[in-house]
Nanobody, 124 residues
Framework: QVQLVESGGGLVQAGDSLRLSCVAS????????MYWFCQAPGKERENVAG????????YYADSVRGRFTISRDNAKNTVSLQMNSLRPEDTAVYYC?????????????????WGQGTQVTVSS
């Protein structure tokens, strides 16, 4: 198991930027595909972005492609999500997640390790 702790959420205005960070501990970080998921009230948890073990492959949901960037630093056991041009519809709880399997576009029900989540609220 790997333990995940997110930080960086908050309340911003439309058009602003936020950077979410997640620190992992426990198992070897580079053995895990890393993800950011989001869940808005009344909606299913959605894979926003995923990144492979070495960072050479990424996945983005259509709704965030071109605005969000996922990155990882295996030396620091961290994964980040840079969120630019935020929109009110980006409002959600954002979760860092990890799984030892290589698919960067996994649905949430198949991912094994989760952080506690951080709230992102974008006002119009």
């Amino acid at each position: 198991q790997v333990q995940l702790v997110e930080s960086g959420g908050g309340l911003v205005q439309a058009g602003d930027s936020l950077r979410l960070s997640c620190v992992a501990s426990g198992r070897t970080f580079s053995w895990y595909t890393m993800y950011w998921f989001c869940q808005a009230p009344g909606k299913e948890r959605e894979n926003v972005a995923g990144i492979s073990y070495s960072g050479d492959r990424t996945y983005y949901a259509d709704s965030v492609r071109g605005r969000f960037t996922i990155s990882r630093d295996n030396a620091k056991n961290t994964v980040s999500l840079q969120m630019n041009s935020l929109r009110p519809e980006d409002t959600a709880v954002y979760y860092c997640a990890a799984d030892p399997l290589p698919d960067v576009a996994r649905p949430w029900k198949t991912v094994g390790n989760w952080g506690q989540g951080t709230q992102v609220t974008v006002s119009s």
